[in-house]
């Protein structure tokens, strides 16, 4: 791959991939839009030029190598990072620059960040707290539901990614795979437009890992949300996601089918990489 000297020829080389590739669409019908987005940590690029649009209601999943920016793309959606440059779009709702350390409280976020839910690598699970009590304070504290309906909302939720029967479980006594399944629940529990998923199954085993992809397998197949997803689960990403988009060095080399992502990609780098690691 050639060297990019700096963020504004990165732009460049960005868009005109994608411009070749034809994968814009129409604003109308995307969730997020990501026009030119830059973002670097210190001297560190992360991000040069990144330009998707993601529909309403579909699936798509990030993929590509680890530091490719596939999961500072994913915390720009919700404000955990915001970009140093081009233009945000989330929900029809233009996302501002500022230091995200500024914005805990401030009601632009926190009306956004009802409509997007966030499952991480860790669970985050509040310890001192049972299963369906995590699933139900955001509900509580958040929206002002009450506590019978939230706790009501959240004994189905626990039915549908098959926990019912640990309600009352805290989370030191649950695997990791039904910790991710409660905090799955959790961020289901606020009802969200957007759900983002940062490599979901990296911390478990491999059964652990098929019991959550049941559960994503599942939410993909409604497509009653938009899912974004960050994984290297290759057999859920061609199976499930409508559409994938491979990620190198801060650019999107190639977006498309999933399948045809995964299987006959067009990129010279994204042809090596499945080659070597499918």
Partial sequence: MPAHPGISARVGWCRSILTTMGCEADQATSSVVFRDVTKSFGDLEVL???TLDVRRGEVLALLGPSGGGKSTLLRLVNGLEIRDGGSLTVLDTDIPLGEPAARPADPFWTDLRRRIGFVFQAFHLYPHKTALENIALAPVEVNGQSV???RERARTLLERVDLANKADAYPRHLSGGQQQRVAIARALAMDPEIL???EPTSALDPEMSAE??????DLAARHDRTLMVVTHEYGFAREAADRAAFL???CILEVGPARQVLEAPEHPRAKAFFQRVL
């Fill in 48 to 50: 040069g030029g990144v």
């Fill in 196 to 198: 983002l998923f940062d």
């Fill in 148 to 150: 019978d309906a939230a």
């Fill in 212 to 217: 959550v992809i049941e559960v994503l397998r």
């Fill in 248 to 250: 190198e060095d801060g």
